[in-house]
């Protein structure tokens, strides 16, 4: 895709910084870089330069680096100046920049567009960038990364394969099944590896929840009847005051909840509202939500105290009965299952178990969805699928196969028609 504008932007984030990036791409970088420095530098070499206005004013000293078509991110002639970091210095540039002819400031994500329109990336890894760059632990760095690195694209693309190859025969057994090298049915083997990836495809999209802890999360709700030390554990489990503690029953009329890095992991740890019969009309709202937020979360820790009983609950979740308060308990305390906030027993304990349950939560051999627009695409192609599966003529179950194969690659923004011709003259040789 050829370009008309020129875009420039502050790529390297708040100002004032040590250093600011300002990125060019589009046909007049070359243009723009010859008014800003009076000749082109060598491409790919950082080049030491003064960057003038067009009134010969200097704006600042810094090294330019041009990446020539169509060897760069975008695919397009760019340009990189990297500058001192103040607010003027970049203001100066960036007004400068403005006033050439062909240059505007890039919208939102348009570089990376651009590098898509461009084939030097699909839609899974523009995605997984936009994921890189918001990563906050590190299971979410490895996890877009592994994306960025067309972990995603591969396996979708392979399966794409096994579409086109089937589509091959099956067209070919409709149209040339008078040729020689044309076998004469191919069906049972091609609807057998379809149901085969229809089932592949199933457990796919069962693993999205992974990818959601990985992102969104590893939900935790500490639930418990009232004073049962639910906001000091929270307090402690976040080594700072969160939650309001007090000895009134009912303090804690809604969820609050904090996010902490556990192994590597985003985990939401939620203190929630005492749970109890006798409670009024505010409060006993809270404790609807402090229930909801146990059955919705990913792992639930309900806290007994000493002569306390269990809240009257039914959680289908993963939960585990920790004993509160523990330096006033009279028998020996499993340190896993208990723990003491004014002493600090078994909270460092109960902080591993919380983050090692989170790493399994979140753990995944090979590629996973990692977005809702991948899982809706992926259920897309399975009906397709299991329609073309229990379809009478085969002129619609090719036509069901031809629509999986579509919605598939929706996913990584490429669909392309001229696949399917090159599939069949390679597996035979009609017309030669």
């Not at 303090?251 to 985990?267: N, P, Q, S």
Request: charge should be negative; proline fraction near 3%.
């Amino acid at each position: 895709m050829q370009s008309v504008d020129t875009i420039f932007a502050l790529s390297s984030g708040a100002l004032p910084s040590g250093v600011a990036v300002v990125r060019l791409s589009g046909p007049h970088t070359n243009e723009a870089l010859r008014q800003l420095l009076g000749k082109l530098p060598a491409p790919r070499t950082a080049a030491y330069a003064s960057i003038r206005s067009r009134k010969g004013l200097t704006l600042d000293r810094g090294l330019v680096v041009l990446f020539p078509e169509p060897a760069s991110f975008t695919g397009e002639d760019c340009a990189e100046l990297q500058l001192h970091g103040s607010k003027a210095v970049v203001a100066a540039v960036l007004t400068e920049l403005s006033s050439i002819a062909g240059l505007r400031h890039a919208e939102a994500g348009e570089f990376t567009k651009r590098a898509f329109l461009n084939g030097k990336l699909d839609l899974l890894q523009a995605e997984a960038l936009g994921d890189l760059l918001r990563a906050e632990t590190e299971a979410q760095r490895r996890f877009a990364l592994s994306n960025a690195a067309g972990s995603q694209s591969q396996l979708y693309q392979s399966w794409r394969g096994r579409f086109l190859h089937a589509r091959a025969m099956i067209e070919a057994e409709l149209d040339f099944a008078d040729e020689s090298d044309v076998p004469g049915s191919v069906s049972d083997v091609v609807w057998a590896d379809m149901a085969s990836l229809q089932d592949e495809i199933e457990r796919h999209i069962d693993d999205f929840h992974k990818a959601e802890i990985i992102r969104d999360g590893f939900r935790v709700a500490i639930l418990g009847a009232p004073n049962a030390g639910k906001s000091s554990l929270l307090n402690s489990l976040a080594q700072r005051d969160a939650a309001i503690v007090t000895d009134e029953p009912g303090t804690t009329r809604d969820v609050i909840e904090v996010a902490l890095d556990l192994e590597g992991h985003k985990v939401l740890i939620a203190d929630t509202a005492g749970i109890r019969d006798d409670a009024g009309t505010v409060e006993a709202i809270g404790i609807d939500r402090a229930v909801k937020a146990g059955q919705a979360a990913d792992l639930a820790l309900i806290l007994v105290e000493p002569g306390g009983q269990l809240p009257p609950l039914q959680l289908e979740t993963e939960h585990m009965i920790i004993k509160s308060k523990a330096d006033l308990w009279e028998d020996t305390l499993d340190e896993a299952l208990a723990v003491s906030t004014v002493t600090g027993f078994g909270v460092d304990t109960l902080l591993r178990l919380i983050g090692s349950k989170a790493e399994a939560a979140a753990g995944a051999k090979g590629a996973i969805p990692s977005h809702l627009r991948h899982v809706e695409l992926l259920m897309r192609t399975r009906e397709a699928i299991l329609a073309a599966l229990a379809g009478d003529e085969l002129e619609l179950r090719a036509e069901g196969l031809r629509r999986a194969s579509d919605e598939l690659g929706r996913i990584s923004g490429r669909v392309d028609p001229e696949e399917l011709l090159g599939a069949v003259f390679a597996n035979f040789c009609i017309g030669k």
